[in-house]
């Protein structure tokens, strides 16, 4: 979930999902958004994401058309390429680029960018990171600035839950803002429940503002959701406002689970209680899961298309294949009898960008 969805739809939900094996998914709803508390619309929304991954770089391109029912129409598109190299299992460092512009049908268009380094480090279920970021923006009103943007953020992942801190502050020309925000996600079976809050100082300053979502993952390819809130100021010069929809996202390509947002979370081997890695030979792994109360195991991953493959039972809920892996960390889900996919308990997971989970496999 953003701390703010994008100006003039307020509903075009950005993701930061990984870049190689490539997936399209398109999202069909709509939105009823009050701007500003004065100025009201209902609109359909249409919506693209292509994503695609490679080991250690994650991008995704999105797009977006809205017909407001008065008539006027609005375009965006958002773009974003992370990169990050493990230094040690539980040390990273990175480069963000990100980007999105948006265009109205009575000509007024913005446009934001910037780009800049990543930090982050894991301990245990604890993952901490810090960013900067430089660029420029293009505002509605024609003016443009440079940016400087910095931030901090804690986030520890228990069971089923996340829970996450952000403190962020940006300065574009005349304007700096303070942004902290807060949110919990609760990530169960088919369900996904995450709720945020934040608050701003500074020359954009006002209410707090608030989030929450719900989805439904009905298939590997359909997650149906809802998102009710509110959003601050935008710096390209939109107003804040609130907002409800509801909408479908389809998938399309090879079915794959992807990063959304942190860079890396629980990337110390000692954390994966839930699987045993023993190395048989150069490049080659065997990996024994515990999946209890299964009859069929198979595992997919980034690093086959998220192709499943079966595993062979060893005795109980122990499960074993050997994989050709190279040195760092994969992301995986594990398939269940045919069609439940899930991340064993006491393996690292990360959020993909459908609202679940996908598992992470550390390769010393």
């Not at 009823?32 to 004065?38: F, L, P, S």
């Not at 965006?76 to 493990?86: C, E, H, K, P």
């Amino acid at each position: 979930m953003r701390s703010r969805p994008a100006a003039v739809a307020a509903l075009f939900f950005l993701a930061t999902s990984p870049a190689g094996a490539q997936q399209l998914f398109f999202r069909v709803g709509g939105v009823h958004a009050r701007y500003a508390d004065t100025v009201s619309g209902t609109a359909g929304v249409l919506s693209s994401r292509l994503a695609w991954d490679s080991p250690r770089t994650t991008g995704t391109l999105d797009a977006s058309l809205t017909q407001f029912s008065g008539g006027l129409w609005a375009a965006q598109t958002a773009g974003s390429v992370f990169g990050i190299r493990l230094l040690t299992p539980t040390v990273g460092l990175g480069v963000r680029a990100e980007g999105e512009g948006g265009y109205l049908e009575d000509g007024a268009w913005s446009a934001i960018g910037s780009a800049g380094p990543v930090f982050a480090l894991v301990s245990g279920s604890w993952l901490y990171s810090a960013g900067l970021g430089f660029g420029a923006v293009r505002r509605v009103d024609r003016l443009a600035d440079a940016t400087v943007a910095g931030n901090v953020m804690v986030r520890r992942d228990s069971g089923p839950f996340s829970i996450q801190a952000t403190l962020a502050a940006t300065r574009a020309g005349l304007t700096r803002i303070a942004d902290a925000t807060l949110s919990v996600t609760y990530d169960k079976a088919a369900w996904t429940v995450s709720a945020l809050g934040g608050a701003r100082t500074g020359n954009l300053g006002g209410q707090p503002w608030y989030q929450g979502r719900l989805a439904f993952h009905a298939t590997p390819w359909a997650t149906i959701e809802a998102e009710v809130g509110s959003y601050p100021p935008d710096l390209s010069g939109f107003t804040d406002g609130r907002y409800l929809a509801l909408g479908v996202w389809l998938g399309a390509g090879p079915r794959r689970r992807v990063l959304r947002h942190e860079p890396a979370t629980s990337l110390g081997a000692e954390a994966q209680r839930g699987v045993t890695i023993e190395t048989i030979e150069s490049g080659h792994q065997r990996i024994t899961f515990v999946v209890p109360g299964a009859s069929r195991v198979a595992i997919a991953g980034e690093w086959n298309d998220w192709t499943p493959v079966a595993l062979h039972r060893l005795d109980g809920a122990r499960w074993q294949v050997d994989l050709a892996l190279s040195q760092g960390a994969h992301r995986f889900s594990l398939v269940v009898d045919g069609g439940r996919w899930m991340v064993p308990q006491g393996v690292p997971s990360l959020p993909d960008d459908l609202g679940g989970r996908v598992g992470l496999l550390i390769i010393d």
